[in-house]
């Protein structure tokens, strides 16, 4: 004869039983979409870590990743094609979109229209981003990225 079993807790009210699906003011969790841009060529560890450490600035991280047409633009050879380099980027779990960067000229229409809070870049990077501090928080990331050195995207944060 097979025993009944006794579930884990008990139901008290109907209210228990099924919750709410409204969110308290004070619950809501606000969002925050962090945005990096690169050409992603020869994606390694440290680069994985780096973007883990951009993802833990806010609730979504947007990678603009460089078309094959904008590297040979900025003189970066890339090993592999922009839709391999693309592919790695989205299989990456801290990434949570990845969108073309054509030219550096997209990158306010990109703020916008993805609600960008902080705008990630290298120091070394050549793009001017004077006119964009009144949209967005902008960090910049160690000029050379290496093994352990992404620790300081969250101090400079």
């Known amino acids: ?6 579930p884990p807790f008990r ?6 039983a099924a919750p709410s699906l409204t969110v308290n003011p004070v619950e809501r969790i606000r969002s925050r979409s ?3 841009y690169g050409c992603f060529d020869g994606f390694r560890a440290h680069h994985a870590r780096l973007l883990a450490d951009l993802s ?5 991280l947007i990678v603009g990743c460089a078309t094959d047409a904008f590297c040979v633009q900025l003189g ?12 790695v980027l989205e299989s990456c779990r801290y990434v949570s979109r990845v969108i073309a960067l054509d030219s550096w000229d997209q990158r306010r229409t990109d703020i916008v229209n993805y609600n960008i ?4 870049l290298r120091r070394g990077a050549p793009a001017h981003v004077d006119d964009l501090h009144d949209i967005v928080q902008v960090v910049r990331l160690p000029s050379e990225i290496s093994p352990g050195r992404s620790e300081h995207v969250l101090k400079s944060a």
């Open 1 to 6: 004869m097979l025993e009944q079993s006794v």
């Open 117 to 120: 809070s902080v705008l990630a």
């Open 56 to 60: 833990s600035l806010g609730t979504e």
């Open 76 to 87: 970066r050879d890339s090993a592999i094609s922009f839709d391999q380099r693309r592919a």
């Open 34 to 36: 962090v945005l990096t």
């Open 11 to 16: 139901v008290r009210n109907r209210a228990q």
